[in-house]
């Protein structure tokens, strides 16, 4: 592998990492309800999901997901079930309450992370067809791991910093009734893209 082939994959794997999606979305989210803690919760659970697709992507077992549409569509169904659960339950704990709601925990967080991105068969498809564009036919499993390194490594200094961010911004956005509609919007989001993944094709 050159330099310049690994300096192209670090900067792809930045703009994947840094472009708003679900994962961004639940950090904010958990962030802005339940403090930076729970939030980089989720993305530590997010990323052990990479990690396990990345697994599975560099020994061969995400060429399954790749070749097989029924498989693909298993986990993508699942997953859009998982997110439209997060978004209904999130609707239903909106409504303004006479005490303030417990923060979500640490380990809720990080298991909502986790299972996030298990259910989301796009990782895998990411590290099945992204990776092997930069690697050379001679090169071995190690530059494999090297390429996943820099992709978890980005996403572990990215993700924390909006964590932080959405934790600092607290104050101001999430008096009683901006929270509510925050929670709300938030929670119709969640719903719309389990609704969407669940109706579209790869």
Not at 91 to 104: I, N
């Amino acid at each position: 592998m050159t330099w310049g082939a690994l300096l192209s994959f670090t900067i792809v794997a930045v703009l994947t990492v840094v472009t708003p999606g679900l994962e961004t979305l639940l950090v904010v989210r958990t962030s802005l309800l339940s403090g930076r803690r729970a939030g980089v919760a989720v993305v530590f659970g997010s990323t052990l999901g990479c990690l396990v697709w990345a697994t599975a992507g560099l020994i061969g077992l995400t060429a399954l997901l790749a070749t097989s549409k029924f498989a693909y569509d298993v986990v993508r169904v699942l997953g859009a079930i998982y997110l439209v659960y997060l978004g209904v339950t999130a609707l239903r704990k909106s409504k303004p309450a006479a005490e303030p709601r417990p923060p979500t925990s640490v380990r809720s967080a990080m298991r909502m992370g986790l299972t996030t991105n298990l259910l989301n068969p796009k990782p895998g498809v990411f590290y099945l067809s992204l990776l092997p564009q930069f690697l050379p036919a001679s090169a071995t499993a190690a530059w494999g791991v090297l390429l996943v390194g820099i992709h978890l490594a980005i996403g572990l200094i990215w993700l924390p910093a909006v964590a932080w961010t959405a934790d600092r911004a607290r104050r101001v956005l999430l008096r009683e009734r901006v929270k509510v509609w925050f929670d709300r919007i938030t929670a119709s989001v969640l719903i719309g893209l389990g609704v969407k993944i669940a109706l579209s094709d790869r």
